[in-house]
């Protein structure tokens, strides 16, 4: 092979290796952001669900009659 078909075969091979690694670092974060969220929700609904007792579901609102 000629030098300049050897350059451009090798610089497309490096580029098509940094294209998969730009994918990768991308699906990584992405798959990571999903994680946060999910925690974060779950949280959220841990501190927003209504303790159960016994004046629960029956249409009480005590803070109202306070």
Same mark, same amino acid.
């Given at each position: ?8 075969? !090798? &610089?497309? %091979?490096? $580029?098509?290796?940094?294209? #998969?690694?730009?994918? @990768? +670092?991308?699906? !990584? &974060?992405? %798959?990571? $952001?999903?994680?946060?969220? #999910?925690?974060?929700? @779950? +949280?959220?609904q841990? &501190?927003?669900?209504? $303790?159960?007792?016994?004046? #629960? ?10």
């Amino acid at each position: 092979m000629s030098y300049l078909a050897q350059f451009t075969t !090798a &610089r497309q %091979a490096a $580029r098509t290796e940094d294209k #998969r690694q730009a994918s @990768q +670092l991308a699906e !990584a &974060r992405r %798959a990571e $952001r999903l994680d946060v969220i #999910r925690e974060f929700i @779950q +949280l959220t609904q841990e &501190r927003h669900t209504p $303790r159960r007792g016994p004046l #629960r579901g029956t249409g009480l609102d005590l803070r109202r009659h306070a």
